[in-house]
């Protein structure tokens, strides 16, 4: 029977390739840095796990462990959007929001992220609004779950599909600082509405968090897109129950003042680019695991759907 060797997922690759990239940046700026040991640190750490991971299967073969090397990269988002805020004023003294004002107000002939919270005050309205943007967050939980669990053979793809599209409108927001209505507009115009326990939960989880960063495009918009896109073809029931969800999340996040309303246009436009292009670099990842012997083979796959 083959030996398994040491190896790394293509969800590592994409996962190494963006921290190496970020790390440069880190590197160049140094010194105008705070805490950059730290940053770099965190780094290390993350290689470490990824190594460890890999070595660990050697031995272990359970299922559990497949997840913990599918899913870590997860745990890594907020961390690395927050990054995004600090690295992008490197390239720009400000962020370039005015541009996005005009091109908003020359479309529509006014301020869609302020006036559309204020021609639709009802409660109820809000919370439908909130509740959408909320569920955005579970929603990757439940796509990323639904192919471990049900479509294991797809799991990996669409895992580095996912990640890959973060870490690709990651890099975007590093050298396209846009911070979005809630941080450019002065109050009380960038004050999102209240309408109850769900704008609760989207202001505590905005908290910790939200940062002046990454408004165009529109990452909630374009991954939202990309979750129909990977269930479309693999979970027609919950494409059909995730689309409401999704078109609610385009109005929510000019409602809620997180974005522009040209965002959501760009987040729309961005999310089949990303998409087919991940899909296009899974395959030369794919590829460059071969290369290097460091691939599952079927034996060990095999071994790890009968667990």
Known sequence: ????????????????????????????????????????????????????LALIQIKV????????????????????????????????????????????????????????????????????????????????LVVGLSFFFFRYIEAEKTI??????????????????????????TFPMN????????????????SFGEKPTGAFPSSHVGIAVIYLMLTYNNFKKLYYLLLPFVVLILFATVYIKAHYAIDVVGGLISAPLLYYFSKWLWQKAQKLNLSLGCIHTKSCLSKVNEL
């Open 1 to 52: 029977m083959k030996k398994c060797c040491i190896k790394l997922t293509t969800v590592d690759l994409s996962t190494t390739v963006y921290l190496l990239l970020s790390t440069v940046i880190i590197l160049i700026f140094y010194n105008q840095m705070t805490l950059p040991l730290l940053h770099l640190g965190i780094r290390l750490v993350v290689f470490a796990l990824i190594l460890i």
């Open 191 to 206: 004050k999102p509405p209240h309408t109850g326990f769900f704008s609760n939960a989207v202001q505590w989880v905005q």
């Open 61 to 140: 073969k359970k299922k559990w462990l497949i997840f913990l090397r599918f899913f870590y990269p997860f745990a890594l988002l907020t961390y690395a959007y927050d990054e995004t805020a600090t690295f992008n004023m490197f390239f720009f003294h400000q962020p370039l929001d005015n541009y996005f004002v005009i091109v908003d107000k020359w479309i529509f002939g006014f301020q869609p992220a302020i006036e559309f919270s204020k021609h639709f005050p009802q409660h109820w309205f809000g919370e439908l609004l909130y509740m959408s943007y909320f569920s955005y967050y579970f929603i990757l």
């Open 160 to 185: 580095f599909i996912l990640i890959t599209s973060f870490y690709i409108y990651y890099l975007i927001f590093i050298f396209l600082p846009v911070v979005g209505p809630q941080y450019y507009f």
